[in-house]
């Protein structure tokens, strides 16, 4: 399919049946897969054919999905898990180990910015944070001998920055490492990473991949084009024999093309188990079928609900890359032309008081902890998230007690705004 559209491999691709199959990806309701002779079985464990033994490691229903992604992000294979977390997990996972150094963009997830700086660290694994805005210099001046990776989110949650991704890579590659990309609030659609020099892609399915609230899973997706070879000192795990898989070598037997997808199929799947379910994997599907009509939908609302609020005399700013006056602007217009994502956030000039006030009065945008979701919510993290945590501390961490996150849903725009409106008219003044 690599030939047809973004807006054709969204409803078509991964998946190509042949005569008197099933129309629709079948969800293969099955944990294990029957051989006639121990032999046929043996070939698949010694990874000289491929098929399926056991859904842990694979089950079509999940490869067809994951064949979709990777041909959405333009690499060359790709792998689903059972949740964002999982995915970003695995893919630094899958080359660092005790000892090794990570260098990632301090405006990420909280999630993952747990995951990096306190899960992995008790893994021997430790992290220099950057400011997303270092120059090259500043970026060169984080790596280590012993840096294995480089992580950013294109467009961070929640605090909206945007990644450079080219000067990111450039810096990468300068020290012989994957720049790994979690492409989630933009989805393939709006950027694909892989074309500005990413060598992993991540997901959260969860979020506009899946789009409708429904599932939560997460997926990575490899360029093919990090050429691991180059550094055998640095990945042992790629480039020397693997003793617990037979003595397989991944990158010599599957080449730049393969090999990260496979060891971290065979290897970290079948050890840790973080299986996406077949079924999981078929509602993704539904939601992908849509992702190109659904997207510049979300875009279009935020993008109109971010120009309203700007406007508004109650609100001290807003945060959005498509606006004009946003710090990231101009990155935004390189690398995602046609719109990131359909979140928002903004500022209340009455703080704390203002922010219950407004989110008690919305009547469609409804409150939640999460976001890309087909209907609008909304969070006040001072509230919620944070609420532990006091004005001045949340002033310093950026996050001020008046902050709303507002993720622009599929309605229409003109009711979405004068709900807004009708929750800060009841704000006194
Ligand atoms: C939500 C999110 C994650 C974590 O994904 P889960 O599916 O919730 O585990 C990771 N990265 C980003 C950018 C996210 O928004």
């Given amino acids: 399919m690599s030939n047809y559209s973004m807006n054709t491999k969204c409803v078509q691709a991964g998946y190509t049946p042949g005569n008197g199959e099933p129309r629709q990806i079948p969800i293969v309701q099955s944990t294990t897969f029957k051989y006639a002779t121990s032999e046929d079985m043996g070939k698949l464990f010694d990874l000289e ?59 990420i997830y909280g999630g993952t910015f747990n995951l990096i700086a306190v899960t992995m660290a008790k893994m021997g694994i430790t992290v220099t944070f950057v ?51 979690d492409n989630t609030f933009p989805t393939p659609v709006n950027c694909r990473p892989i074309e500005w020099g990413a060598d992993i892609v991540t997901h959260s399915t969860t979020k ?32 020397t024999p693997d003793e617990s898989y037979h003595g397989v070598n991944y990158a010599e037997k599957f080449g730049k093309e393969g090999a990260f997808i496979t060891k971290c199929t065979v290897q970290l799947m079948r050890d840790l188990g973080c299986i996406q379910s077949p079924q999981h994997a078929f509602i993704l599907n539904l939601g992908l079928e849509s992702l190109h009509v659904r997207m510049p939908r979300h875009v279009e609302n935020a993008q109109a609900v ?110 979405l705004i004068a709900d807004i409106e009708q929750a800060l008219d009841a704000i006194s003044e």
Wanted: with cysteine.
């Fill in 306 to 415: 971010a120009e309203f609020l700007q406007k508004h005399p109650k609100v001290t700013y807003v945060n959005y890359s498509g606006l004009p006056d946003n710090k990231y602007y101009a990155l935004a217009q390189k690398y995602l032309p046609n719109g990131g994502c359909g979140v928002v956030s903004f500022e209340l000039k009455g703080g704390r008081a203002a922010a219950e006030i407004f989110m008690k009065n919305l009547k469609l945008a409804a409150i939640e902890t999460h976001v890309a979701d087909a209907r609008t919510c909304c969070l006040n993290p001072a509230t919620s998230t944070h609420r532990q945590m006091t004005d001045e501390q949340l002033v310093e961490a950026g996050i001020p007690a008046g902050l709303i996150r507002l993720s622009c849903g599929l309605e229409d725009k003109a009711d």
């Fill in 131 to 181: 400011s997303p805005d270092s120059t090259e210099e500043e970026l060169h001046a984080a790596f280590q001998e012993n840096t294995r990776a480089m992580f950013g989110e294109t467009i961070a949650n929640p605090a909206l920055t945007v990644l450079d991704i080219e000067k990111f890579a450039k810096v990468a590659h300068a020290h012989g490492v994957p720049l790994i990309v």
């Fill in 49 to 107: 054919a491929s098929g399926y033994f056991y859904t842990r490691l694979q089950n079509p229903t999940n490869d067809y999905v994951a064949a979709k992604i990777a041909e959405l992000e333009g690499g060359t294979a790709a792998m689903l898990t059972s949740s964002g977390q999982a995915a970003n997990f695995f893919a630094l996972f899958n080359i660092c180990e005790c000892g090794s150094h990570i260098v990632a963009s301090s405006s």
């Fill in 208 to 239: 506009y991949m899946d789009g409708h609230g429904a599932a939560v899973g997460g997926a990575i997706v490899d360029s093919g084009k990090f050429d691991w070879m180059a550094y055998p000192d640095k990945y042992p795990g790629l480039c």
